[in-house]
């Protein structure tokens, strides 16, 4: 079993979880810090119970409202890059032309 540190609130916490699910801790542990971030910019200094009651309360809604689909979806988490579209456009067009080679020299093989 791994281990994960994640900081909510000024706060280190040590999480278990499965092997290779660290990542996804620390992406989901970093959106709770930000509604934590975001409720104590909002209201002012919290007491640490009251900043992740109301972090909480601002995670549920939003997903209230994505269920509902009356919101769209969150910009990815900070140090996630949105793949540019012309960069996945030129790498599908290069596995096509892969593919195609790929298929011209199994044809030459079989008829050697």
């Known amino acids: 079993m791994a281990s994960v540190e ?3 609130a ?3 916490y040590h999480i ?3 092997d290779g699910q660290e990542e ?3 992406m989901v542990g970093a959106l709770v810090d930000q509604k934590a971030q975001e409720a104590a910019a909002a209201l002012g200094t919290l007491p640490e119970a009251r900043q992740l009651l109301f972090a909480a309360l601002l995670l549920a809604d939003e997903i209230k409202e994505l ?3 009356k919101m769209p979806p969150a910009p ?3 140090g996630r890059v949105e793949p540019d579209p012309a960069i996945a456009n030129a790498l599908e067009q290069l596995a096509e032309r892969m ?3 790929a298929a011209r020299l199994e044809e030459e093989r079989a008829s050697a």
Do not use: D, N, Y
Request: some cysteine.
């Open 24 to 26: 996804h801790f620390r």
């Open 10 to 12: 000024s706060r280190k």
């Open 67 to 69: 269920r509902a689909g």
């Open 6 to 8: 994640i900081q909510i």
């Open 99 to 101: 593919e195609s080679l």
């Open 76 to 78: 990815p988490p900070p």
């Open 16 to 18: 278990a979880c499965r």
